[in-house]
Nanobody, 120 residues
Framework: QVQLVESGGGLVQAGGSLRLSCSAS????????MGWYRQAPGKQRELVAA???????TYSDSVKRRFTISRDNAKNTVYLQMNSLKPEDTAVYYC??????????????WGQGTQVTVSS
């Protein structure tokens, strides 16, 4: 069994910052890419940022130069530092990880989601 547990969401004023964390635990052999997605009410889930096991990163155009994704491989944890937050960043943020378990199989795992609300 593998679990992804997120933390760090909340309510912040526009221009403020938040840091999300997501830790993976369980029968983990290795973790490949990790990422953050978000889903606003009435909209589809979208990729916010992703990072490979080697540290290469990808960002959506809407968050470039404001958000930074990083990971601590020793802790099986991925972070999302969000600066200069805007009301349009309001969404439920989900952690995602491509994990190879001790069975040898690789699966896509999701966290439970954490709410980020940015007030104007």
């Amino acid at each position: 069994q593998v679990q992804l547990v997120e933390s760090g969401g909340g309510l912040v004023q526009a221009g403020g910052s938040l840091r999300l964390s997501c830790s993976a635990s369980g029968s983990i052999c290795s973790i490949n890419a990790m990422g953050w997605y978000r889903q606003a009410p009435g909209k589809q889930r979208e990729l916010v940022a992703a990072i490979t096991s080697g540290g290469s990163t990808t960002y959506s155009d809407s968050v470039k130069r404001r958000f930074t994704i990083s990971r601590d491989n020793a802790k099986n944890t991925v972070y999302l530092q969000m600066n200069s937050l805007k009301p349009e960043d309001t969404a439920v943020y989900y952690c995602n990880a491509d994990i190879r378990t001790l069975t040898g199989w690789a699966h896509d795992y999701w966290g439970q989601g954490t709410q980020v609300t940015v007030s104007s």
